[in-house]
């Protein structure tokens, strides 16, 4: 299985999500190396250390913070290191994008409808769509790398690219997520002839 680390997914990502942003069509509010106000806020994080999570926090974001929260939150709570390469990619941008819980849920569905199709379920792999990544997703990703990760990385992207057009908020960002997910693409085929 061919893996990638953190180190190597945090460039890309970084680039696809720019600088300081304040959009008003954005739920995230104000953002900073794709890092946003409201995802701050939810994980009370306070990067001014003044007991209020606002706006400060987002100007004194540093690139090493922000990496760093990119890990924790984002790269090691989706389990990236334990999915093949370009799967991991695809997670972790997804993931940045829509939101962990999301980006989890859409990998189970995927897996549980190649599990239906291939009539590979059985009582010990049986998934539950929950978002969270654990032992049983993980077992199952493996299973399907082994027996082809194409089918995998085609049932994810198949939910993703069902999702954006769905969102209330298409009409302001859909150009910009479909060249993203164009630039991620690009990224996961560069990591695929490389392997």
């Not at 995230?28 to 606002?54: H, M, Q, R």
């Not at 993703?160 to 630039?183: D, S």
Request: with cysteine; net charge negative.
């Amino acid at each position: 299985m061919l893996t990638i680390t953190f180190d190597q997914a945090i460039p890309g990502l970084l680039e696809r999500e720019g600088g300081r942003s304040d959009d008003p069509h954005d739920s995230g509010k104000a953002t900073k190396y794709g890092i946003s106000l409201k995802f701050l806020e939810d994980n009370k994080i306070d990067l001014t250390g003044d007991g209020i999570v606002d706006e400060r926090d987002i100007e004194a974001l540093t690139l090493e913070q922000a990496k760093a929260i990119y890990k924790e939150h984002f790269w090691d709570w989706l389990k990236c290191e334990d999915l093949p390469g370009t799967l991991a990619l695809m997670v972790f941008d997804f993931g940045v994008n829509a939101g962990r819980y999301r980006a989890a849920r859409f990998l189970q569905v995927a897996l549980l409808r190649l599990q239906q199709a291939s009539n590979y379920i059985d009582s010990d792999s049986y998934l539950k769509v929950d978002g969270i990544i654990g032992p049983k997703t993980i077992h199952v990703v493996t299973w399907f790398n082994h027996a082809g990760a194409g089918q995998l990385v085609a049932a994810y992207m198949s939910k993703i690219l069902y999702h954006y057009p769905a969102c209330k908020t298409w009409k302001h960002h859909g150009a910009g997520w479909i060249r993203r997910w164009g630039k991620t693409m690009k990224e996961v085929s560069e990591t695929e002839g490389g392997a």
